[in-house]
């Protein structure tokens, strides 16, 4: 499982002797296995860097190991580890350090993609695994957290491709497939476009034309899982070891694209999917994030059927409408609305048929949403940090009282 012939992470005392017991080096970038999950010398620096380690180094510690979050429950996750034959997958708990981190910062959650530092346990149980840190993320698909909290959640860690993904049948929806592109392009991932049931579609050509220019430079692919039509581009981005993680509204067809990847045509993959026949139903299969190797490399993460998508404070909304940014650009005043404004070049755009109006009201209403999410989240940032310094404050005080 370790390669024995690497350099240790610290310099062993000189007086050494070659047969003395060496600490078992932890895996390394040059660990197949390890690679296999995704691993690469970028994060062998980006590790060395947060444990403080002489530049250069490639290993964990000694007394630590690697893992890739494949799913993560409150408190809990399973990862993907190397193991003797390959991939294995351990569950590990939070070690107090994370609770802590967790409890100040809602996006330090572990979460499926995420690359974790773990702990053997000592003492009772040797075998129990702590996890201890995440490696700060790459990328993260993340959406504001529901139900009147201002906290975001993390739907896909250090995805490479942030797929949108839409049925083609029974409607497209062109308001979420918006909403979920603005979601791709602020989590650092190239996003693409996935429709699927083209088997199902009486025109999909039409219909892939229309999603195009919903989506300004972003490649739109038009699938079917049972027929394998389109998939060769996803088979090609996996077998370059990238993590494709699939975002959507439910019944689209994340986890049957998902099978059709990893598992192959005929073959059942690990993914439960909506039985056919129940194509129309809004009903979620899927509940939990999961991550899942590709058969020659990557990986794919599904996620649940997204119901509400709201927008993160930091969205990039500039990506994912251009064309109403550039005309912005020709607005006479800098500070221009686009509702009334003489010399708005955006209205002007939708008179003469070359912005369609719904293109400019979903723009707006994303923005407001986006605005307001902002607005939200700087108040609960204010709101921790009086908490903070009253914490602090209130120590001092009983400290001074001691003395
Ligand atoms: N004909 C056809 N049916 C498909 C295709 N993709 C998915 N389906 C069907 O659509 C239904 C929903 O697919 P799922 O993969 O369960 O959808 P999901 O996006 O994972 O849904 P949630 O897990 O609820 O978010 C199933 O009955 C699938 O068989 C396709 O390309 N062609
Ligand atoms: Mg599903
Ligand atoms: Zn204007």
Known sequence: MSAPSLPPTTSPPPTTSPHSAAPPAGPTPSDPTLLRLGWDTRWSACLAELLGLPKGTTAAPPDRSLGRVSRADRGACDLLVPGPDGPATVTATWSPA????????????????DWALLAAGTGADPSHLTLEAVLPRRTSVVRAQVGGSSRAQVLAANADIAAVVEGMVPDLDPGRLERLLALAWSSGARPVVILTKTDLADDPDRLTDEVTLLAPGVEVLSTSA?????????HAWLADGATIAL??????GKSTLLNALVAGPGLDGPMATRALGAVHKGRHTTVTRELHLGPDGGAVLDTPGLRTIGLAAETALDDVFPEVEDLAARCRFSDCEHRTEPGCAVLAAVESGDLPQRRLLSYRKLMREAEHQA???????????AGRWKEIARAQRSHAKRR
């Open 98 to 113: 994370l609770e802590r981190a967790v409890a100040v910062d809602p996006t330090a959650v572990p979460a499926a993609g």
């Open 247 to 252: 975002l959507g509204a439910s019944g689209v």
């Open 226 to 234: 049972p027929t394998g039509h389109g998939l060769g581009p996803l």
């Open 375 to 385: 607005a939200r989240t700087d108040a609960r940032l204010r709101a921790e940090l």
